[in-house]
């Protein structure tokens, strides 16, 4: 089956997000779709998957048009979607196997026929089985961790009449093994003649897995060409417009021997167990280790996000209770999220009131007015510091590109100038422009004498930007490393248990 998008073009309230757009692809093919945050990849994939039905132009299914105007009718069509952010679409309260199976349950409401439960089971264990999972099925799907709900989503696309699945950044929040296990699924997919549409920004999975690929920016078709023709260094050109410089800042690791920031024996008491570090003034301190491996609930527990069964942490000498958020910023840390659209923005709210949102007290007039103007002029000058693209400060964070979210969550955190910062896959999702804007607003931080917290599982990132690294496995570290001295084959020897 042939698939032809043309000329398509979509308006949101001040800004084209695309214009005159072509995209083709056909069953049996992966094809990778990319671009710079903002390019208007997921945007296109919304429309295709009935998401967004204000377009103009046309779908073509093998040279007939169709109009796809909702949600159900993509999916009748045969076009399945597998989005980012994995928690809007999976219901916590039900199990894995509801889950998997929602779409057929939901079509299947109308013959008022009785829930065969047994069956739904079996069907779905049988999908499970087939991707070679290890989820009990009757599992309820809020006790997951973020990489299985993935997955379960991607099973629930497939457990359907599926002629093409969108996947966008499907290996965001995947270990390496998970990765492997995707791909190899995407690979039968394929075999079976299903079209595999993949978005993402990791550029090493796009010529290991993918067979073609278009690349968009600023919301316009850019070219397409098949992956063996390319490389990485014409594909980044292609998606910037532009050649690239170095990833990673310059720095000059002056940071001395003043310990901003003590921990000892911190534990969860789940995924967290008897952790220790410290971090100096102006330094970087990566704690690296594969999905699973605990960092997400470590900045958590250290943010008071989570309950603390046991540990201690001082800031500058000052004990720290570690029992809520309100408490952490109040006593100088500040945590960008893993999750932003569900932890780290205000989707539904404004730039401006999420880059103020922390900060209220310094617009604060009588009786507790907000000085909206005063409030407009910061938010101003902080959507020029930070680079973000958005038609006005007044404009939904919803609205935005992912980088840009990420931009904002950084940003409300600036203005709260704290002493500490904790960042939890702050490019998760980010072009490779965005990532060095990123990496760029974390190297200032420390040169302000800041100190930093930079938990991630891309080793790379872990090498090109931290001063010192920990890495956590099973939820304890292993090994403490000087930057400069290690590589991210050492890294990965620790992250995997090694000894």
């Not at 695309?18 to 429309?47: P, Y």
């Not at 998970?178 to 190899?184: G, I, N, S």
């Not at 309950?307 to 100088?332: E, I, R």
Request: charged fraction near 25%; glycine fraction near 8%; charge should be negative.
């Amino acid at each position: 089956m042939i698939l032809q998008m043309k000329n398509i073009s979509i308006e949101f309230p001040g800004v084209w997000a695309l214009n005159a757009v072509d995209f083709n692809t056909e069953t049996g093919r992966i094809h990778a779709l990319i671009g710079a945050n903002g390019a208007g990849k997921s945007t296109l994939m919304k429309v295709l998957s009935g998401a967004h039905d204000h377009y103009t132009g046309e779908i073509q299914l093998n040279g007939e048009s169709v109009e796809i105007r909702t949600p159900a009718h993509a999916q009748k069509l045969g076009i399945q979607t597998v989005y980012q952010e994995v928690d809007t679409a999976i219901i916590p309260s039900l199990t894995v196997a509801e889950n998997i199976m929602l779409n057929q349950t939901v079509q299947n409401l109308d013959n008022r026929h009785w829930m065969n439960w047994k069956q739904l089971f079996k069907q779905a264990e049988d999908i499970i089985e087939g991707m070679n999972l290890k989820i009990p099925v009757k599992k309820l799907a809020g006790e997951l961790t973020l990489a299985e709900k993935q997955l379960v989503l991607i099973a629930r696309a497939i457990s359907s009449h599926c002629s093409f699945l969108i996947l966008d950044e499907p290996t965001a929040p995947l270990s390496h093994t998970e990765t492997t296990e995707l791909f190899r699924i995407v690979r039968d997919l394929a075999k079976r003649n299903v079209g595999i549409i993949f978005i993402s920004h990791r550029l090493p999975e796009i010529f290991e897995i993918c067979d073609e690929l278009t690349i968009m920016r600023n919301g316009e078709f850019i070219v397409k060409k098949e992956t063996g023709d390319v490389d990485s260094q014409q594909v980044i050109e292609y998606m910037l417009g532009r050649r690239m410089e170095d990833q990673f800042p310059a720095r000059s690791n002056t940071f001395g021997d003043n310990t901003l920031l003590e921990v000892a024996g911190l534990s969860d008491g789940d995924k967290v167990k008897n952790t220790s570090f410290h971090v100096k003034a102006g330094e970087i301190v990566g704690i690296a280790g594969l999905v699973g491996a605990g960092k997400t609930e470590l900045c958590k527990a250290l943010f008071g996000a989570s309950p603390t069964v046991s540990g201690t942490a001082s800031l500058n000498g000052k004990k720290l209770k570690l029992t809520s958020p309100h408490a952490a910023v109040k006593n100088g840390l500040a945590l960008v999220p893993e999750e932003r659209r569900k932890e780290g923005v205000l989707v539904a709210e404004s730039v401006s009131s999420n880059l103020t949102a922390v900060s209220l007290k310094k617009f604060s007039r009588l009786f507790g007015f907000i000085d909206r103007r005063s409030e407009k002029n910061i938010a101003q000058e902080y959507i020029k510091a930070l680079g973000i693209k958005t038609p006005s400060e007044s404009a939904k964070v919803e609205n935005l590109s992912g980088g840009n979210q990420q931009k904002v969550a950084i940003g409300r955190w600036l203005l709260a100038d704290a002493d500490v910062y904790i960042f939890d896959e702050p490019t998760k999702g980010v072009d490779v422009g965005a990532k060095r804007d990123i990496f760029e607003l974390i190297a200032k931080l420390a040169a302000q004498g800041k100190g930093i917290i930079y938990a991630s599982s891309e080793l790379s990132e872990i090498v090109g930007i931290t001063d010192r690294v920990y890495v956590l496995y099973d939820g304890e570290p292993v090994k403490e490393l000087a930057t400069a001295e290690t590589t991210e084959e050492e890294l990965l020897f620790y992250s995997t248990g090694g000894r």
